[in-house]
């Protein structure tokens, strides 16, 4: 989708503001996308009673002004900062990473045999001098435009039983991940349906990061 402007993309220098494995893969595979990985250091501390879009949009949001604040937007400083957070969510109810064997337990037992969502919120922050992306100002931050969205996908968990959530745990997969599983690997077999986007459930939603890009990408 985004092959047309892909070489002029990569002219320009982008920070993608995570750490996580599965983004860079998702952008640099799928995408062709380059750019340097410099994680943010937001303390994700957002208030978790907030509806789960909010509560990811915010998140994503401070990733990006944490680590455009640090690298000071100015000379010589990115022309494009990418930033995402992924929760999933049930009843209203947000789940990260589990903290520990017994919480990671907890989430698979409660998705089993039921429908939960996976939603992603992404920033993306450039210079407000920038003559290649746009964007809107963001209040207290004047030098900075932005551009956020959202994307939710719902995932349908087989029905699991003690025995297989425990032998799932044992391989340490899901430690490290939103709703103590991993949909790219072994998790994938407590998966029996997918409704949206399954980059999504990775957590990175693909199209419509390409939709969104194309949209702020000024065709000089």
Do not use: W
């Amino acid at each position: 989708m985004l092959q047309s402007v892909i070489s002029s993309l990569n002219s320009n220098k982008i920070v993608l503001a995570s750490g996580s494995p599965r983004r860079k893969t998702i952008l640099q595979n799928h995408v062709g996308l380059k750019f340097e990985v410099i994680p943010s250091t937001f303390e994700e501390n957002i208030d978790k009673s907030l509806p789960p879009i909010d509560y990811v949009r915010e998140t994503a949001k401070q990733k990006a002004l944490e680590v455009a604040q640090r690298l000071c937007i100015g000379k010589g400083s990115p022309d494009l900062i990418i930033s995402a957070d992924t929760v999933v969510t049930q009843d209203n109810q947000i789940f990260e990473k589990p903290k520990d064997r017994e919480d990671a337990y907890n989430m698979l037992m409660r998705f089993s045999g039921r429908k939960h969502s996976v939603c992603t919120g992404v920033t993306l922050v450039c210079p407000a001098t920038s003559t290649v992306f746009t964007g809107s100002k963001v209040n207290g931050f004047e030098n900075m435009l932005i551009t956020q969205f959202h994307e939710s996908t719902d995932v349908m968990m087989t029905t699991l039983t003690p025995e297989i959530v425990n032998a799932y745990i044992d391989t340490g997969e899901c430690m490290d991940k939103a709703g103590g599983y991993g949909v790219q690997a072994i998790g994938a077999s407590i998966v029996e349906g997918i409704y949206g986007d399954y980059y999504n459930v990775m957590g990175f939603p693909l199209h419509r990061f390409c939709k969104e890009l194309l949209e702020i990408y000024n065709k000089q």
